[in-house]
């Protein structure tokens, strides 16, 4: 194991982000923060960020830049990140992002920024069969022969499709990946940090794929 791990990992929609983050932040024992799990959480309990939010989430748009660098920050800078590290997921996600996260993190650089890379095609598959659960973020995938209600395996919540996995949704994300999220990988290959992983097999390799870079990098 690698104490205190701080990884970024990028990629589209779809591209298994979500999953990996989860198993690596069990493996590395390090926080999974993911901007879009914060989002949902702050909609369930419908804060005046969720609130704000959940219409802006369902169109498939992004947040403003000034609400999401104040999010992250302030969670970055409690115990756990600030002295384990950290596996940031969904954010940044705009070069504005990108760059305050620099300064946010000038002290305690990030170690690798990872591109987990699956074409557009396949990820339009996979989100469509997308199930997740509402209350700890677990993804499955629908077969058309799921159980109903759908109980989660590992904490008992509710399985859901969600609310901006529709096709039109999805593919404002996407679009909006290419437009803004994709710079961000120049943004990273000039500073030396990214490395391109590929997205696409069994999710036990992609892993292996994930674990090896990271280790190769520290
Ligand atoms: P996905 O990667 O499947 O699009 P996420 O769970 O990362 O979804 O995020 C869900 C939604 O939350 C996004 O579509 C966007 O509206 C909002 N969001 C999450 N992270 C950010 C961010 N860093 N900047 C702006 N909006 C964000």
């Given at each position: ?42 909609v ?8 704000m ?19 992250v ?10 002295t ?58 629908a ?16 399985v ?7 096709p ?26 990214l490395?391109v992983?590929?997205?696409v ?18």
């Amino acid at each position: 194991m690698i104490p205190g791990a701080r990884l970024i990992i990028l990629g589209r929609q779809g591209a298994g982000k979500g999953t990996q983050c989860v198993r690596l932040s069990r493996h590395y024992v390090v926080p999974h923060i993911s901007t879009g799990d914060m989002l949902r959480a702050a909609v369930r309990e419908r804060t005046e960020l969720g609130l704000m939010a959940k219409e802006i989430m369902d169109a498939g748009g992004l947040v403003g830049d000034d609400i999401m660098i104040g999010l992250v920050e302030e969670r970055l800078g409690r115990p756990d990140a600030s002295t384990r590290g950290y596996i940031l997921d969904g954010f940044p996600r705009t070069v504005t992002q990108a760059e305050a996260l620099d300064e946010i993190t000038a002290d305690r650089p990030i170690h690798v920024v990872i591109d987990l890379d699956v074409p557009r095609e396949i990820v339009l598959e996979r989100i469509s069969a997308r199930r997740v659960c509402r209350d700890c973020g677990t993804n499955y995938t629908a077969s058309g022969h799921d159980p109903s209600p759908w109980i989660c395996d590992v904490c008992g919540g509710d399985v859901t499709q969600r609310d901006d996995d529709t096709p039109d949704a999805v593919n404002n994300r996407l679009d909006l990946y290419e437009s803004q999220t994709s710079p961000l990988i120049e943004h990273y290959q000039l500073k030396g940090s990214l490395v391109v992983v590929n997205g696409v097999g069994h999710p036990d390799h992609v892993f292996k794929r994930l674990t090896d870079v990271v280790e190769g990098r520290r």
